[in-house]
C-alpha cells in the first residue's frame, strides 16, 4: 500500500515534469541573445538518440551541410557549413542549444535552417511536399526532445 | 536540322575517349574540362561574369563542369546522351499535322534549322504584347492560335521534345536575353526571387547557387544552378527536365510552398536565371545526373 503510493506519486511526478517543463518554441529564453541555458525538455537528453537526429533525412540531416568524422559510417556528409568535429570545447552548451534552435541569433543571414521556430517563413510548405503548410498542424523541424538529445551528441564531440 | 544524326568516325570516338580519360586524375569538378560534341561543336562552359548581372560570382560556370567524369562523357556523345531520343521525338512533331488547320509548324516555319537558329538563346522573350513568354508559350501560342490543336502540357512529353529539338537548333549560341527596356520589370522580378529565402528552410536560390557553388549538400555536387543546358536528361528521373520543373523541385526542397510550371512567377525567374548565363553555350540537350 504505502510503497504504491510512493510509486504512484512518483509516476505522477514525472509525469507533470514531461508534461509542464517542455518549452513552446514561442517560449525559449534568449540570454544575451545567443545563449539558451535552460534544457527545453526539463531533462538533459540521449546522445545515442542525437546521432540518429543528425544524422538521418528524416530528421535534422545535420550531415547535409556538416561533416563529423566521428560518423564515418554515414554517407554523403555536406560541407556548406563547417565540421563539427571538436564543436563541444568550442562552445558552452547554453550556445549550442541557441545555435540548434535558431542559429540565426548567433550567425545572422547563416544559410543554416532554424530547427525549433515556427513563424516568419515565406511560403513555408507541408514538409517536401511542394504543397502550402497547414497552419494548424504546422511545427518546428525538431522536437524539444530531439533538440536535447542533439544537443547531447554535440557535447560529446571534443575534439 | 543540326546535329540530329551525326555522321562521325569511330577514329574521332576514340580520339574523344583518349581526351577524357586523361583528364581523369582530376578531381569533379573539373573547371578545365572542354565540352566538345562528337568531337566537333566546342560548346564554351565558362563565361566572364559582369557587374550588372553577376556582381557575386567570380565567372559563370555550366552546370556541366560539376558534374561526374561520366555523365559528361555521355553528353559530348550524341549517340550516347538520351536527351537525343527526345529532340528526335521533337523533330517528327515538327512535321507532324494537328488540328483543325490542318498545318504542321514546318508548314509555317519550313527548315528548323534555319527559321529556328537563335530563338533558344533569346528564350524567354517579351512578346508584341509586352507579356514575358518562355518558348512553351510561344509553342502553345502557335498550336492554339494557328494550329487549332490543343495546348501541350508545360512538361509533358509533347512540349519537352519539341523544347529539346528547338534547343538543339541554337546549340553553341551564346546565351543573349534581352533584360532591359520592356524585359526590365520582368528581369528585377525575377533577381527578387532568387535572394529569396523561401520555405522553412529559408533558403535563396542564391544561398545555394551562389554562395555554396562547388560545395557539397549531401551527395549533391552544387553549380551555379545555370539554364544554358536545358532541357535536361536527368538519369534520376530517366526522363527530360523542363526549367520550370527544376525550378519547383528545388524550391519543394527548402519545404517551400512551390510556384506553379508556367507562372508568371517562373517565367520572371526564368529570364532572371537566364541572364545569369549571358555568355554560356546553349548545349542544346544536357544530362544531368
Known amino acids: 500500500m504505502k510503497l504504491n503510493a510512493v510509486t504512484g506519486l512518483v509516476a505522477a511526478l514525472v509525469l507533470a515534469g514531461t508534461a509542464y517543463a517542455e518549452t513552446a518554441p514561442a517560449d525559449v529564453v534568449w540570454v544575451d541573445d545567443v545563449q539558451i541555458p535552460e534544457s527545453l525538455t526539463g531533462a538533459p537528453g540521449n546522445a545515442e538518440a542525437g546521432v540518429a537526429v543528425v544524422s538521418s533525412r528524416a530528421q535534422g540531416n545535420c550531415v547535409a551541410c556538416h561533416e563529423f568524422a566521428a560518423l564515418p559510417d554515414v554517407q554523403f556528409q555536406g560541407n556548406i557549413g563547417p565540421a563539427l568535429d571538436g564543436v563541444g570545447s568550442r562552445w558552452t552548451e547554453a550556445e549550442l542549444r541557441g545555435i540548434i534552435v535558431d542559429a540565426k541569433h548567433m550567425f545572422p543571414d547563416t544559410r543554416m535552417p532554424s530547427f525549433y521556430r515556427v513563424d516568419g517563413f515565406i511560403r513555408p510548405g507541408d514538409a517536401f511536399t511542394g504543397r502550402a503548410a497547414d497552419p494548424a498542424t504546422f511545427g518546428p523541424l525538431l522536437s524539444a526532445q530531439q533538440i536535447e538529445d542533439t544537443l547531447a551528441y554535440l557535447m560529446t564531440l571534443t575534439e | ?289
Not at chain 2, 37 to 52: C, K, N, Q
Open chain 2, 1 to 289: 536540322m543540326q546535329h540530329l544524326k551525326p555522321a562521325r568516325s569511330l577514329a574521332l570516338a576514340s580520339a574523344c575517349v583518349a581526351a577524357l580519360w586523361s583528364g581523369a586524375a582530376l578531381a569533379d569538378p573539373d573547371l578545365s574540362a572542354d565540352l566538345v560534341i562528337d568531337g566537333e561543336l566546342h560548346i564554351v562552359t565558362r563565361a566572364p561574369s559582369d557587374d550588372t548581372i553577376t556582381p557575386y560570382l567570380p565567372e559563370r560556370y555550366s552546370g556541366w563542369l560539376f558534374r561526374s567524369e561520366d555523365t559528361r562523357a555521355m553528353q559530348m556523345d550524341d549517340f550516347e546522351n538520351p536527351a537525343m531520343i527526345a529532340a528526335e521525338a521533337g523533330a517528327e512533331l515538327w512535321t507532324t499535322v494537328d488540328g483543325s488547320a490542318g498545318q504542321s509548324c514546318q508548314d509555317c516555319h519550313g527548315d528548323a534549322e534555319e527559321s529556328m537558329r537563335g530563338v533558344r538563346a533569346m528564350m524567354p522573350h517579351v512578346n508584341e504584347d509586352g507579356v514575358l513568354w518562355s518558348m512553351e508559350n510561344y509553342v502553345n501560342n502557335c498550336r492554339t492560335e494557328r494550329m487549332g490543336a490543343e495546348a501541350w502540357r508545360w512538361s509533358g512529353d509533347e512540349m519537352t521534345s519539341m523544347t529539346s529539338f528547338l534547343s538543339l537548333q541554337s546549340r553553341g549560341m551564346p546565351v543573349a536575353v534581352q533584360i532591359d527596356g520592356p524585359a526590365a520589370p520582368y528581369w528585377e522580378q525575377g533577381r527578387e526571387m532568387y535572394y529569396t529565402r523561401y520555405g522553412q528552410l529559408e533558403l535563396s536560390c542564391a544561398n545555394c547557387h551562389e554562395d555554396s557553388t562547388g560545395q557539397m549538400i549531401r551527395a549533391d555536387h552544387l553549380s551555379q544552378g545555370q539554364i544554358s543546358g536545358f532541357p535536361t536528361y536527368r538519369l534520376k528521373n530517366a526522363g527530360i527536365v523542363s526549367i520550370h520543373n527544376r525550378f519547383r523541385g528545388c524550391i519543394r526542397d527548402t519545404r517551400a510552398e512551390t510556384f506553379a510550371e508556367g507562372s508568371d512567377e517562373f517565367r520572371a525567374l526564368e529570364l532572371y536565371v537566364a541572364s545569369r548565363g549571358m555568355g554560356l553555350g546553349i548545349e542544346g540537350v544536357s544530362v544531368r545526373p
